[in-house]
């Protein structure tokens, strides 16, 4: 699997953004989008995201799965972090493990309603079990178990960030595209999400990363408005 971009132009406001822009990331791999502020780089994620539509060029995921779009193999962790300050942290969290993780579908078999009922009820059970685990090992993941019931209102920046990257792990996509993801954490926040990032890139996941400052990996490193993509490993302020 690889993610690939070929002549890729943004247009904003009417104003050319980037032109020409081309990237490859394999699986297993991290790519570093640098540059100074407006060259973009937000941009290009939203771009991949399928946010925004490219003026020219192509972004194409090869090898993932053949019906779904790529925006549907993408989870794009941007500036918001797009929580219900009402809801508690387990809700927030089972919220988009429902929205991202898409409806059970049946197989179309007719079954006596008794059985069906029945079948349903436990279905529901196990379903129930099994998801609440989930979200638990997640919340787990970024150091969050402890708050599951806690309205998302209370929640400082770097535990609002937490939650936002547990979506990451409660439902698995390929590729993550992520906007200056280490913001608001402290020290073992950004510890917990370059583990997060190892085990992702470990299983054969795609990470591209705009970002300022250390990533938390080892990434190449693609700079907007600069030098062209660099091949090498990652400079060691990137890693």
Known sequence: MRLLGRGVRCVRGGRDVFSDLDFEVAAGEALA????????KTSLLRLIAGLLTPADGSIALEGGETELTLAEQAHYLGHRDALKPALSVLENLAFWRDFLGGEISDAGVDVPPSLAQSLAQNLAQNLAQNLAQSLARSLASVGLDHATDLPAAFLSAGQRRRLSIARL???????????????ALDTAGQSLF??????????GGIIIAAT????????????????????????????
């Open 169 to 183: 792990v409660a439902v698995r996509r390929p590729v993550w595209l992520l906007d200056e993801p280490t913001t």
């Open 194 to 203: 370059s583990t997060l990032m190892h085990s992702h890139l470990a299983t």
């Open 212 to 239: 300022h400052g250390p990533l938390g990996v080892e990434a190449r490193e693609l700079r907007i408005g600069g030098a062209a993509i660099r091949n090498d490993p990652a400079v060691p302020r990137l890693s």
């Open 33 to 40: 989008v640098t540059g100074r502020n407006g060259s973009g």
